[in-house]
């Protein structure tokens, strides 16, 4: 009788220890999400300036249509700039798709990239991009000085760049959206005046 009152007694010690190192976990997961900012697109401080208007690029797509971008358009415009062989812009693209169901109301997406039209075609096709506007244009590439993929702009309906950033991921693409609404450069620097 004495070892089960024991054992039952060192049970309940384990019980409330666990109970007490789960708190504490808890807690410690708590104070380490405060602690890690989200983490919004890489802007790197090259090309035109947040603010500043984007001169109309009259372009052509890949099919032989005419696209513009920049300059007013009867919605905002998500320029993202890819290549065939860039696997982080193909893990991209369902959320492109995604992102054009769910705000195509109120925002254009457009494609762009450089390089040679059979392969873009081809690319088109084998990712299911059909319906997307898809430009070539070294040009415009240049003059917003992209220098990795893939990367994003945002231009309002007045054409003024609203926001821009490396983007890897879904949330570093959405964090372009959350920039224009909150009317600032990007997320860490909202973070940064807000911390």
Known sequence: MTALVISNIVLW???LALLFGLYALARQVGILYER???MGALMIDAGPK???PLQPFALQDVRGSAVTVGGAQPSSTLLFFLSPTCPICK???PVLKSIRASEGHWLRIVLASDGEQPEHLAFLR????GDFEYV?????GMHLQIGKLPYATLLDEHGTLRAKGLVNSREQLESLFTAMD????????FLEHHA
């Open 50 to 52: 947040i603010g500043q």
């Open 13 to 15: 010690v384990a019980v």
């Open 91 to 93: 893990k991209l693209i």
């Open 182 to 189: 909150l009317n600032v450069a990007s997320v860490q620097q």
């Open 36 to 38: 890690v900012a989200p």
């Open 136 to 140: 070539l244009s070294r040009e415009l």
């Open 126 to 129: 084998q990712a299911g991009l």
